[in-house]
Every structure is written in C-alpha cells, then in structure tokens.
C-alpha cells in the first residue's frame, strides 16, 4: 500500500502563502518575500513512525514548503497515487484541505484520515464530509495502528474512542528528513533566526493550560511536559550537522524547553562536552523558569535567544487567560539575558478576552520601551485568535462574540474575528496595526541609535536575496513615513479606528 502524510495546501484560493504552524495557530501572508516554513513536525515524526514499523511505501508531502496551491498540490499528490491520504490541516485551511481530500477520494478511492489541531476540535463534522478516520490530540500512534490493519473499534485515539494516553516520547523515531529536507525549512526560515537553522524537538508539551493555548488544551487535553533522552538529543544533533555541514544552529521549537531547570542544565553540559557549543541553538521558553544560573548555561552551550510568551502587560488579562505572569519579574529576567548575553525575543497578543482598548495600547507603550531599551530585540504581535477546541473559543462562541465563521479569517495575522462588548473587532484590529507600526519604528530607531542598519541590510540580503532585501528596506522606509501620519488622527479619534493603515 502506499501511504501519503500531507501538510496543508501552501497558498490559499485568496493567494494568501500559508505559514502552516502545526501546535499554535497557522497565519496566511500576501508577501511571498516574507514566507517561511515550519517544519510540520508531527507528521514528520508519523512519517518516519510508519516507515519504521509498517512494510507500506510512506511518502511525506509539503505543500506549504512548496509553496502549492490547491490545484498544484493535488495534482502533487494525485502522481503518488496513495490508497490512504493522511492530512493535517489547521482549521485557517480546513475548508480548502477538505476539498482537496474529498477530490482525490472521489478520483482514485483513497482513505482519507485527518488529524491534527481542527480534526480534534471537529471530528464528527469531518466524518460527515467524507472523511473516513480522525486521530483526535497525539496523533502518531493512532496512526500507526489504523494502518498497521487494527481494529478502529479498539484504537485509543481514533474518533470516537478515549484518547489515547500521552506517548514516550523516546519511543519515537527521528522524524522524517529524506522526502523533505529539514534544512530546507531553515531556507529563509523564520524571520527571526539569526542562522541557517534546523527545527528539533527535546522535549514535548507545557505544564500549563492557557486559554487560548492549542498545545495546552486541544493536542494534549492536560497539562504534561515530556523530555528526550539527552543523549539521544545528542545523536540527532550530531546526525544533522554530519548530514547537513552548512548549518549553523538549531531552533528547539517545542512548547517549553526549559520546564526543567535540572534537564537543560543536564542538556547543555552535555553540549559543550560534546563539543557542539559552536552551533547556535534559540528556543522556545517559559519565562518562570529562566533564572540566571539556566541562561549562564544556556549561554555557554551556544544558545544566542531564548523566546518567551509576554502576551500583554496587564496582569488582570493574563490571570483571567489562566496564564498569570508578574511583569515586573520579566523585566528583570529580560536585563538578565541581556547581562549573559542572550538575545531576547517575547510574543504578544492584541484582543485577549478582558482585555480593552487602553490595556492593549500600554502594551504597545511596553513593547517600544523595551525595544528602544534594548531589552527585546525581536517581538512578535497577534490578533488573539479563538482557536476551535480552546476554553477562548467556547467562551466568544457560547457569549455570541464570534462575528466571522468563516475559518479562513481564523489566523491571528490581520483579521480580528471576535468583537467584544467595549471593544470592538475594529478597534482591536486598529491597535493591531498601531503596534506594529509602533514595533517597527522602534526597531528602526533602535538599530540606528546602535548603527546596525548596514549589518541589518547585508543579513537580510543573505538570508533573502537583492530583490527581496530592497523591498523589504523601502517598505520599511515606508513604514517609518506612515508611522508619523496617525499619531496626529489617534488624538481626533479615540476610538482608533483611522489607526488602520
Ligand atoms: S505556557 Fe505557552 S505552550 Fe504552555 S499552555 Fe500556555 S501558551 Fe501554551
């Protein structure tokens, strides 16, 4: 039999290119020049799984990577001709994936399963469609045994039976890295790596369950948190940069690297004994559990950023999002990276429920004061976007606050798809546009008080080529003219609404 594990279609029916994030929520963006791939890591890890324990023929597929449409992508896998088609699909794209699956099943037959973030979220919707299986949370092992011939009745995970229990993550094999290249997703690759870097995984899942959180609520439906076995973090890190002699670092894009102070101290010693410090590792971490002697380490092992989630600055928001942060103690642990020397890169949200038009426009205020001070020097801003399966998605839904259904709004980027009483779907989209112009100002300011717009330009040109680099220098001329324009109309309207660019 020949199996095929699909990611999404890549570029949507409105042009839009999919930047496909398999745990988190996926974004569609109209500059191709500012896409990128992550490396769909589930299925990666299914792909090699199957490989490893069935005799079929397993083929992994990328149409975001490729950038394919839905016409491109189906005839990408209409040559494999698979007899089962397993896809993921976020719930921005699950119209378009569904069409895709439901065509390539009424042309050649194929079984159709569908797992993932939406797939868990609406499973009985999708057996409606046409779909014949859905693997519900940890998908891998479901998967395994549909295919392996056992009995749907009996396999945990598998819609509509329990759950299946939380996997070894040690059990897995590497994930896939001969149908894709996993360098490859580090070509651009995410805007804020610093290096040709590879995506990997040292551990799995959050202690936490954040309201808005698709890891913390729909993958897992608990809070856990799991590591590998370092040595075995080790080998794969020796097996990629023996395989791949042009990369320069890793990305350990997991939900919390650091949820165990005792594991990364026990990991990065292991790394610098390995001799592997040379690389350039940034991460994924929470920020209650970075303290100086953690970074010292993290710093002597190679690692240049650590990334943390900030969301906003009001702690009423937070706390009412189950995910309270004093910020005053990120201050602090932000000043400490920047005395060991890490970089700094925090994630924030405009629209969280409870937040408000004021509460959002402080954390803007937040956000350039940080910059300007050097303590962040990447931010990433969203739409706070109600992801199906989320205790944030049932409350909007239940309380009538949900003004668009239709999913292709769902990806945080540029629509705000909830409008609150006392704040708006406008007015939220407003200060969206605000922050980022504010972010943007001030990074451009930052970089020319520190004179690093020429080292700037000649990174972006590595990383994206002439053309693409000189775009991106006369947008952001562009952005530094319009910054100027709205502060003025912001004081006639308070409302905020002429902020949107
Ligand atoms: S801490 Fe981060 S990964 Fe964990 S549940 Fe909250 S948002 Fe999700």
């Known amino acids: 039999m020949k199996i095929v594990i699909a990611n999404s279609i890549g570029v949507d029916s409105r042009g839009y290119y999919i930047i496909h994030s398999p745990s988190r929520w996926s974004e569609g963006i109209k500059n191709k020049d500012s896409w990128f791939a992550y490396y769909p890591w589930e299925l990666a890890y299914c792909s090699s799984l199957l490989k490893k324990y069935t ?119 590497w994930p896939e890295d001969e149908d894709v290249s996993r360098l490859n997703y580090g070509m651009p690759g995410e805007p804020s790596s ?37 040595d075995d973090i080790i080998s794969e890190l020796k097996y990629l940069r023996n395989k791949y002699p042009k990369m320069e670092g890793v990305f350990f894009d997991e939900e919390e690297h650091n ?25 994924m971490c929470d920020v209650r559990s970075l303290d100086k002697e953690t970074m010292k380490a993290m710093h002597k092992a190679g690692y240049y950023k650590v990334r943390i989630g900030i969301e906003t600055t009001s702690l009423e928001v937070l706390c009412n999002n189950r995910k309270p942060l004093d910020i005053n103690r990120i201050g602090k642990t932000l000043e400490e990276a920047k005395e060991i020397g890490l970089k700094t890169y925090g994630t924030f949200m405009i629209g969280m429920p409870g937040s408000s038009r004021d509460a959002d426009l402080n954390t803007v205020k937040y956000i350039e004061k940080m910059i300007l001070v050097g303590l962040l020097d990447n931010v990433q801003i969203s739409i706070c976007t109600p ?18 259904r239709d999913f292709m709004d769902y990806d945080g980027g540029r629509r705000a798809v909830v409008s ?48 693409a680099a000189t775009l991106k220098l006369l947008k952001r001329l562009r952005l530094e003219l319009l910054h100027f324009l709205p502060r003025k109309t912001q004081k006639k309207n308070p409302q905020g609404t002429s902020l949107s660019i």
């Open 194 to 230: 610093e290096y040709l870097e590879i995506q990997m995984y040292a551990s799995r899942g959050c202690r936490r369950s954040c309201d808005f959180c698709v890891a913390g609520n729909v993958y897992y439906a608990q809070p856990n948190w799991r590591q590998r076995q370092i």
């Open 55 to 173: 005799d079929h023929e397993v083929k992994l597929v990328d149409g975001c990577l490729e950038r394919l449409s839905y016409k491109a992508y189906l005839e990408k896998i209409k040559r494999e001709s698979p007899d089962w088609l397993i896809m993921e699909s976020a719930t921005r794209m699950i119209d378009e994936n569904l069409r895709l699956a439901n065509e390539l099943k009424k042309e050649s037959g194929a079984r159709i399963v569908f797992v993932g973030h939406h797939a868990s979220a609406f499973p009985e919707y999708l057996l409606k469609n046409r779909v014949d299986f859905v693997c519900v949370g940890e998908y891998e092992y479901t998967a395994l045994e549909l295919i392996q011939g056992k009995d749907p009745e009996f396999i945990p995970g598998l819609y509509p039976n329990k759950r299946r229990p939380l996997l070894d993550i040690n059990s897995l094999p």
């Open 387 to 404: 992801q199906p399966g989320t205790p944030f998605y049932e409350q909007v839904n239940n309380k009538g606050y949900l003004i668009s």
């Open 420 to 467: 609150y009483p006392g704040y708006s779907n406008n007015s939220i989209e407003s200060v969206m546009a605000f922050a980022f112009r504010s972010r943007e100002h001030a990074s451009f300011l930052r970089k020319l008080r520190e004179r690093k717009i020429l080292s700037w330009a000649v990174r972006t040109y590595r990383k994206y080529g002439f053309l």
């Open 259 to 283: 949820a165990s102070k005792d594991f990364i101290l026990k990991l990065t010693d292991t790394i610098v004994n390995a001799g592997l410090n040379d690389l350039h590792y940034e991460a």
